[in-house]
């Protein structure tokens, strides 16, 4: 039963392009999303978020659209950099606390 | 992921035995999130507690398993007579309040990566 889909297992994006890694989810009830980032080895850091009233939201390079009818929302990043070469991985809840999280995207950002 | 420790950072155990998993929060958390990742999956929430108090334990398989959250110590979770599918890794995770707002997400540890041999 998994919820938040992440349908994409990996992406290469050149250096200072965009990068946008895309998220589905199943649950109508979900009232918010979030982006964590992950390297090898260590747990996941927080990236972005967005409530379920907003349809975007913005920090520094990190843009997070959300589409409610199509149950659909992506990160984006720009301009990518090296260092962003990590696992993304989507998050949601319906209860304020409980996470359900997507299997992730691998981005690999090459120079 | 500073502030939020976990140990061991690495466990072994034997089929049947038992481990103990310990989480510190962040200074100034009062609220602890455990979830497990198996192979190629992403995180599945197992529990949440507050000090003394099981919130919602509706992740946690039903035997087996307990968590909890002394006034005093780290949080612990506790996996007995563990068998091979228990190998996962096991993270915690930490907040200020309960809910979810952008300026207090739940913040992870590295992690326990348990291996049952």
């Known amino acids: 039963d998994q919820q938040v889909k992440q349908n994409s297992p990996s992406l290469s994006v050149q250096e200072g392009r965009i990068s946008i890694l895309n998220c589905d989810y199943t649950?109508?009830?979900?009232?918010?999303f979030l982006w964590y980032k992950k390297y090898p080895a260590e747990g996941p850091t927080f990236l972005i978020s967005?409530?379920?009233?907003?349809d975007k939201n913005e920090d520094g390079r990190f843009t997070v659209f959300l589409n409610k009818s199509a149950k659909h929302l992506s990160l984006h990043i720009v301009p990518s950099q090296p260092g962003d070469s990590a696992v993304y991985f989507c998050a949601a809840s319906n209860s304020g606390y409980a996470l359900n999280f997507g299997k992730g995207t691998s981005l690999l950002v090459t120079p | 992921n500073a502030g939020v420790m976990q140990n061991p950072r690495h466990l072994v155990r034997r089929r049947g035995q038992e481990a103990r998993l310990r989480c510190s929060p962040m200074?100034?958390?009062?609220?602890v999130y455990w979830y497990r990742q198996l192979p190629e999956e992403g995180l599945k929430f197992m529990v949440y507690?507050?000090?003394?108090?099981?919130?919602?334990e509706s992740g946690m398989p039903k035997e087996r398993f307990s968590a909890e959250f002394p006034k005093e110590g780290p949080s612990i979770l506790r996996i007995q007579q563990v068998v091979r599918g228990d190998s996962a890794a096991y993270f915690c995770?930490?907040?200020?309040?309960?809910?979810?707002?952008?300026?207090?997400?739940?913040?992870f540890g590295d992690g326990t990566r348990l291996s049952i041999l």
């Open positions: 649950n109508s009830m979900f009232d918010y």
């Open positions: 200074k100034g958390h009062s609220h």
């Open positions: 967005i409530s379920s009233i907003k």
């Open positions: 995770a930490s907040s200020r309040d309960r809910g979810l707002f952008s300026n207090q997400p739940q913040h």
């Open positions: 507690l507050q000090k003394e108090n099981i919130i919602d």
